[in-house]
């Protein structure tokens, strides 16, 4: 089929829930995708923070080709030996003791909510059930996670909303102490806002954020779906600093593209998740735990988290140069690792679509931020391509 053929039958047959650009992607290979008409794009999106490998890696593939003809899907009703690895690694490479399998961040933080509120109905008594969240946040779209997700637009028409969530601004700690009631079992935060606009919390946020959970005898859950796996140069964002969360979300990137999500805790918060607690048909099965365990493994043996920060040092840095040359174009530049936003001061949507027909791929967040977010395997030639298409785009304005 032909790009248009591809772009007739989407608008014919698909939902309309997203806007999309005039690009039918058919295949890719490391940090280069192509469309149907073999047209070759960088990709500094990357699925927007999914193919942390690249496209394509092959150790992901292999393992995935492999499982797919020896087994593909039993009940979690019984043990699933990819499932076990795969939860044994995530447990060594963070502070977690047990991991739920899902398929998606959204329900790995509809996992996280559940078992929250669980905990404090268990633990601290009957209306104990409370969730703090963040302004700006993003946690998904089912209705759980629209309602802890602090932003009106993802809100609009699905009301009823749940009851049981308090929104308090991002980065602010006081914000956090006057929200918490006896009623609190839980805060919900991405450790960097993504959806959000890249934004990065204070220094001590975190730090500040656990001690008043213990105080307060609150859970700390983290939200690192788009943060986690290497993506900030740290395998779980949170690593950056010397805390620990009680509940952490992960999916994006687990699978490298393979639709997976985890929801990892603490012994101690997991043990109220018993038989008939929760479950997923799907979460976890040899297939998706099988590609999860290929990404982790191939992300360990080939370091790929040692050189993020780096490598995303070269691209903020390479960014601040572009600044000097378009101060009326660029505005604030955040990151950690290779999550990076630039704040613009024309229409982002004009400046993504401008890198695409440059056969570029980026994306947005927030109000008006370029989001970068390539795959960490990305090399700084590569990098210097993305500066130079975005100098020429630019240098439109
Ligand atoms: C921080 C965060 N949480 C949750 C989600 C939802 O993940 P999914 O789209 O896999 O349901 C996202 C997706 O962008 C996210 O960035």
Redesign the pocket.
């Known amino acids: 089929m032909n790009s248009e053929e591809i772009f007739a039958l989407t608008e014919n047959f698909v939902a309309s829930t997203y806007k999309r650009f005039p690009l039918a992607l058919v295949r890719g290979e490391g940090v280069k995708v192509w469309d149907a008409e073999d047209n070759e794009y960088l990709d500094c999106l990357a699925g ?1 923070a999914v193919c942390n490998l690249g496209h394509c890696h092959p150790r992901v593939t292999a393992a995935i080709a492999q499982q797919a003809t020896r087994l593909m899907h039993v009940s979690n009703l019984y043990h699933i030996e990819s499932q076990s690895r795969l939860a044994r690694l995530l447990c060594e490479l963070s502070f977690a003791e047990k991991v739920f399998f899902c398929n ?4 790995a ?1 509809e996992a996280a909510i559940k078992l929250a509120r669980r905990y404090g109905h268990e633990v601290k008594g009957e209306g104990v059930k409370r969730i703090i969240t963040m302004h700006h946040s ?4 089912t209705m759980a ?1 629209i309602t802890a997700t602090g932003q009106k637009k993802v809100q609009t028409g699905y009301q009823p909303l749940l009851d049981g969530f308090d929104y308090v601004p991002f980065n602010d700690i006081e914000a956090v102490a006057a929200a918490i009631t006896e009623k609190t079992c839980a805060v919900l935060v ?1 450790p960097i806002q ?2 959000g606009g890249v934004i990065l919390p204070a220094p001590d946020y975190l730090s500040r954020l656990r001690r008043l959970c213990d105080e307060r005898d609150v859970l700390l859950i983290l ?1 690192e ?2 943060t986690g796996i290497g993506r900030t140069g740290a395998f779980f964002a949170h690593q950056h600093s010397d805390i620990a969360p009680d509940i952490l ?1 992960a ?2 990137a687990l699978g490298n593209g393979f639709p997976i ?1 985890a929801m990892l805790a603490i012994d101690r918060v997991m043990r109220y998740f018993g038989p008939g607690s929760h479950g997923s048909t799907f979460g976890g099965n040899p297939l998706a735990s099988a590609a999860a365990l290929a990404t982790i493994e191939t992300m360990c043996a080939e370091k790929i988290v040692d050189k993020v920060v780096q490598t995303g040092a070269f691209l903020v840095a390479g960014l601040k140069q572009l600044k000097q040359s378009f101060p009326e174009i660029i505005g604030d530049i955040r990151g950690l690792g290779l999550m990076v936003g630039v704040d613009l001061k024309v229409p982002v949507a004009e400046v993504v679509e401008a890198c695409l027909k440059s056969r570029l791929l980026v994306g947005s967040a927030g109000d008006n931020t370029l989001r970068l977010t390539p795959p960490l395997i990305i090399e700084k030639a590569e990098i210097e391509t993305l500066l130079q298409v975005l100098t020429e785009v630019f240098r439109v304005y």
């Open positions: 927007i998606s961040g959204a329900e933080n993003f946690h998904g779209r996670t991405e993504g959806e939200d779906v788009q979300t999916a994006k999500g």
